[in-house]
């Protein structure tokens, strides 16, 4: 493989890494001319390629007469477990009701009542119903449908597909350019403004409802730039994604809105075993020590939703439908799976980076928003929120572009991260850990060829490791209680790569 250089025409545009609602935002939201790299195909959802398509129950807003942004940022505190950053809290949450009129202003259209009042869902922890949805239970599609759609006809967005960004290039610090792989071939393109709009972390686990491309590489692109990674223990686990499919496939998500309708969690003999509507984590660990405790979990809409269930989730419906199974006469057979990441990489309120030109978008980044734990349907509004802000930021960025050396790295490729490393993920940094587990997860992990999930990997255990307490979606059965004072954590690469080194396991800091 050869490296090729960047078309000249692009040199020096913000480049946009990731194209699903958190990219997408950032490019339509400056107005310079800009390149957006998408995994794969941008206005194709299948196979899906971002998280963004499969959002379900819809995006978070105080819209209603009986709410406030102020009970909105309440709910999001709370379950944020003492890690939110109110400041960040109160600005997104102020923004909701202007991020549902954004977005019907870029052609989405909204589920509203025949007044033309938006119609209002209810997730769990939610004081109110603030939920505005899309296409029933196919938001995120309708969203995605609507600015890719948008994004094509925008002439100053330049869209390269099936592109995988690999690496960063620094001059004195601060960004020069990106090093990416198109359609198989490397190109080095120089640009001093680059947003990482990567997503989560969900593939690297093999219980997981996000799609594959979810490995977490801008983390590992971002810590070898010297960017700080936050919170990286905290992984929101779902309670209810559809337990069917081939071992190592993605699950699909029978998501939190159908608890808000009434549905309930059962087991085999037909008996309820918690509350529905907790904080996710609460609920996660209840399913997940139900069917330790060898119990198989039901979600049971049979008698609260019955008929209605086909209208009001068809998307779900049609999963269950593929896995022969009717929520109309049957309970949906349910498992927790690796969700959301809260941690990432720590940017400013303006969503800097500590590295010069660097910005994080979306749920790559930890803004202070979600804590220790993102209370549902938080992550649509934040994507738009934040992508808006720094596309509006790249405006005033202006700093010259310098020629970057070509790529000299034979084999710089982009793999999945394989299922052994997956398996050993859900198996000892899943719903519940421990110490113990933990140690012996993370000596498998380190003993795995370099990649950067095996970097990303490393930071989530030893993150997990150092926190000995059990707070928001981090729980530790050997720490099972809150700590007083809740603190954030923050990993660099050279912390990783010390604290893998004491295991006598360095991790590589320039990408396998
Ligand atoms: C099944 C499901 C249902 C959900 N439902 C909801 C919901 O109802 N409400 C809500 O608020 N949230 C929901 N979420 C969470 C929400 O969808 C995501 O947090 C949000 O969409 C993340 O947006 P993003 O743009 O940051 O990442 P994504 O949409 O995942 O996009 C990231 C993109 O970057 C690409 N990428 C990754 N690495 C590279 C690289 N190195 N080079 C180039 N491209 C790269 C990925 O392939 C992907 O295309 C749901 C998530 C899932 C999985």
């Not at 934040?382 to 310098?402: C, K, M, N, Y």
Request: hydrophobic content about 45%; overall charge neutral.
């Amino acid at each position: 493989m050869t490296a090729r250089p960047a078309l000249p025409s692009l040199v020096g545009q913000p480049l946009i890494v990731g194209a699903g609602l958190a990219g997408v935002m950032t490019a339509l939201s400056t107005t310079r001319p800009c390149v957006l790299l998408c995994a794969g195909r941008l206005d194709e959802i299948r196979p899906p390629h971002a998280a963004s398509w499969l959002a379900q129950g819809g995006l978070a807003a105080a819209v209603g007469v009986d709410d406030t942004p102020a009970l909105h940022a309440a709910d999001t505190l709370a379950a944020g477990a003492g890690l939110c950053d109110p400041d960040i809290v109160r600005r997104v949450t102020d923004d909701g009701p202007a991020v549902v009129g954004r977005l019907a202003g870029l052609g989405v259209a909204w589920d509203r009542n025949p007044d033309g009042s938006l119609q209002r869902g209810l997730e769990a922890a939610h004081a109110r119903r603030r939920i505005v949805h899309a296409g029933e239970d196919a938001t995120g599609a309708v969203i995605m449908r609507a600015l890719a759609a948008r994004v094509r006809r925008t002439p100053r967005i330049t869209v390269i597909e099936h592109a995988h960004a690999r690496d960063l290039v620094l001059h004195d610090g601060a960004v020069a350019g990106l090093r990416a792989v198109i359609a198989g071939t490397q190109v080095t393109m120089p640009a001093t403004a680059i947003v990482l709009a990567t997503g989560g972390v969900g593939g690297l686990f093999a219980d997981t409802t996000n799609p594959a491309g979810a490995t977490g590489s801008g983390l590992a692109i971002a810590a070898r730039a010297g960017a700080v990674l936050g919170n990286m223990e905290f992984v929101q686990f779902h309670p209810t994604a559809l337990s069917a499919g081939a071992d190592g496939q993605r699950l699909c998500l029978v998501s939190e809105a159908v608890r808000g309708e009434g549905a309930t969690l059962i087991d085999e003999t037909g008996a309820r075993f918690t509350e529905e509507l907790a904080t996710r984590d609460t609920v996660s660990r209840a399913v997940w020590r139900h069917m330790m405790a060898g119990h198989t979990v039901y979600l049971d809409a049979r008698k609260a939703i019955g008929a209605a269930f086909t209208q009001h989730f068809p998307a779900i419906s049609a999963l269950c439908a593929a896995h022969g199974i009717d929520p109309l006469t049957q309970p949906i057979p349910v498992r927790p799976a690796a969700h959301y990441h809260m941690g990432g990489v720590v940017v400013d309120p303006a969503g800097r980076t500590g590295v010069p030109g660097l910005w994080a978008s979306g749920e790559v980044a930890c803004t202070g928003l979600h804590g220790a734990n993102r209370l549902a349907s938080n992550s649509l509004l934040e994507a738009v929120s934040f992508g808006t802000w720094i596309g509006q930021a790249l405006d005033g960025h202006d700093r010259p572009v310098r020629p970057v050396p070509g790529l000299a790295a034979p084999g710089l490729q982009w793999t999945q991260p394989p299922v052994g490393l997956r398996r050993l993920m859900s198996r000892y940094a899943g719903v519940i850990r421990s110490g113990a587990e933990l140690e012996a997860g993370l000596a498998q992990v380190l003993a795995q060829p370099e990649s950067d999930a095996r970097l990303v990997c490393a930071a989530i255990m030893h993150a997990a490791l150092l926190r000995t307490e059990s707070r928001g979606g981090h729980f530790r059965s050997d720490y099972p209680h809150v700590a007083p004072t809740a603190h954030a954590s923050r990993l660099t690469l050279a912390d990783i790569a010390h604290l893998s080194a004491q295991m006598d396991t360095p991790v590589a800091t320039t990408p396998p």
